[in-house]
């Protein structure tokens, strides 16, 4: 009976600190990328991501190719496909919608008009690029924090943030 007790107890404390570390390393980052005129850059990002851009070329290195979790792009007027075999495809034009539900990826977006948001794991560089007729690059917020405007210096963001034990 002390046994049993004993093991109620142990279990008691234990499990309860087991399930809050796996919640922790679990946790998902957000990035989110409002009305930008630059270069934004996601890479060995794993996750859901969807967004658009007004004109502009989207570049995607889709990590695992051969898994179910294909990138959509929409409204793209040229494709262009990588002659080295590596995976990457470009899509060039106005109007230009995507999405990638699961799965790994790496992508490059230069354009005007650039929305994104993205939820999962990974890091980012964004830069505004040009001489915006408002003088106004646009704006991100990582990880449920306020909107930070997009400046002619690159930002360099991780989601989630890196945890500290």
């Not at 009976?1 to 600190?17: D, E, G, I, K, N």
């Not at 946790?27 to 794993?46: C, E, H």
């Not at 851009?53 to 990138?71: E, F, V, Y």
């Not at 899509?91 to 977006?109: D, H, P």
Request: hydrophobic content about 40%.
């Amino acid at each position: 009976m002390q046994r049993l007790c004993l093991s109620l107890l142990v279990a008691a404390l234990v499990l309860p600190a087991a399930a809050l570390a796996a919640d922790l390393t679990s946790r998902d980052g957000t990035l989110v990328v409002r009305n930008a005129d630059g270069k934004v850059a996601v890479w060995k990002a794993n996750g859901t991501v969807f967004g658009r851009l007004t004109q502009g070329k989207l570049t995607i290195d889709d990590s695992n190719p051969g898994d179910a979790a294909a990138p959509e792009v929409f409204g793209a007027e040229q494709t262009i496909y990588s002659s080295d075999d590596d995976g990457l495809v470009t899509y060039v034009g106005k109007a230009i919608r995507f999405r990638f539900f699961g799965g790994g990826y790496s992508i490059r977006i230069q354009g005007t008009g650039i929305n994104l948001s993205a939820v999962g794991r990974g890091t980012a560089k964004l830069t505004g690029v040009g001489v915006p007729a408002d003088g106004d690059y646009g704006d991100y917020a990582v990880n449920g924090g306020k909107f930070v405007p997009l400046t002619f210096s690159t930002a360099t963001v991780v989601f989630p943030p890196p945890t500290t034990p």
